[in-house]
């Protein structure tokens, strides 16, 4: 769509914010707007996705955190306009200058972030029965897992000649099968510390955490935007997702990311059993499992080289968040032991 078709399209949008557009630059699903007020941020989202989110920004804001980037009524109140079956909200542009090292970046991030799960935080109901349930339905499917691995393996070993795929997986099978026990063994904690408890912490999750969604005004400081996806969900929904991206790729001791967390629990400590499913899930290697089922399936037509290029960077994946995973888990062991020697 060329410059003039763009304003013409969105005058009568930005009219009801008593805005005249001068010009109008195109990001997306962002639209940079120079206007006569000063420059602005356009966006747009499908109609299903409501603006039901605006009422979490709003709570935030109530509840003293100003970190979200704001978005603006129009002239009778109202924060979205739909046009053209499609959902418009306004916001001021951040210039988002890197003021900051990348690590810099990211602990900010987790510092506000942990701040918003601060301000948010409220106990609420959940049936015993509903727990136990989920607790059965995820043990269920994990066995399941382990007896895959345990098969697959045993044929692999049959074979008189395996494939590269096969043999990489026998080399890799002790430390996915380790895995996947010390991810049980923490779901269990978890199960057998909440199994009696009728609450549960939950916080208003942003839902795609994400350094693109992570904002800086012209000041350095930085601000969230894009919170379509919040909801009320225990925390750890938000770090899972972010830390297993920054954890893929080459095998590395990634320090960096054990400052991020510790950055955040500096600010928002999770409790016993909080850490026992966040470490239960982080350690999880499912990823990994799916890329050996889809072959012993063969549900794609991947060649070879592509099955294993695909298990050896899953590989990677897990031994990159074991790495955090251990590291978490030792740090917290010790804590424990030095509080029952000071009681002693």
């Excluded at 990001?27 to 120079?34: D, E, L, R, S, T």
């Excluded at 380790?178 to 199960?191: D, I, S, V």
């Excluded at 889809?294 to 897990?318: D, G, P, S």
Aim: net charge positive; proline share 4%.
């Amino acid at each position: 769509m060329d410059e003039q078709n763009r304003l013409k399209l969105l005058t009568p949008i930005l009219k009801q914010y008593s805005l005249k557009p001068y010009f109008v630059e195109d990001f997306g699903n962002i639209q940079k707007v120079y206007s006569n007020k000063g420059v602005f941020a356009l966006k747009k989202i499908t109609p299903f996705s409501g603006i039901d989110f605006i009422h979490h920004v709003q709570f935030l804001y109530q509840k003293g955190y100003n970190r979200i980037v704001p978005i603006y009524p129009t002239i009778d109140g109202r924060y979205g306009i739909l046009d053209n079956h499609k959902l418009y909200y306004l916001m001021p542009w951040l210039s988002n200058e890197m003021k900051e090292n990348r690590d810099g970046r990211h602990k900010q991030l987790f510092r506000e972030l942990a701040r918003l799960h601060t301000l948010s935080a409220k106990e609420i109901a959940i049936d015993k029965d509903e727990k136990t349930e989920h607790y059965e339905n995820t043990v269920l499917k994990w066995q399941k897992d382990e007896e895959f691995i345990n098969g697959f393996i045993e044929i692999c070993e049959k074979n008189w000649y395996m494939s590269p795929f096969e043999l990489l997986f026998c080399l890799y099978f002790n430390d996915i099968n380790q895995a996947l026990r010390f991810a049980k063994g923490k779901l269990e904690e978890w199960y057998e510390k909440t199994k009696e408890e009728t609450n549960v912490r939950a916080v208003i999750i942003h839902g795609k955490v994400s350094t693109e969604h992570f904002l800086y005004d012209d000041r350095g400081y930085g601000f969230f935007i894009n919170f379509e996806n919040s909801k009320l969900a225990p925390p750890f929904h938000d770090l899972l997702p972010f830390l297993s991206r920054s954890l893929k790729g080459y095998p590395k001791q990634h320090e960096a990311c054990l400052d991020w967390i510790y950055t955040y629990f500096k600010y928002f400590p999770f409790k016993e059993d909080e850490l026992s499913l966040f470490l239960s899930y982080f350690a999880y290697p499912g990823s990994l499992i799916r890329v050996a089922q889809n072959y012993y399936l063969k549900k794609t037509r991947k060649k070879e080289l592509k099955f294993v290029q695909q298990l050896q960077q899953e590989y990677w994946h897990m031994k990159n968040i074991e790495y955090i995973v251990m590291k978490i888990d030792e740090s917290e062991r010790q804590k424990k032991h030095a509080q029952e020697g000071a009681k002693e």
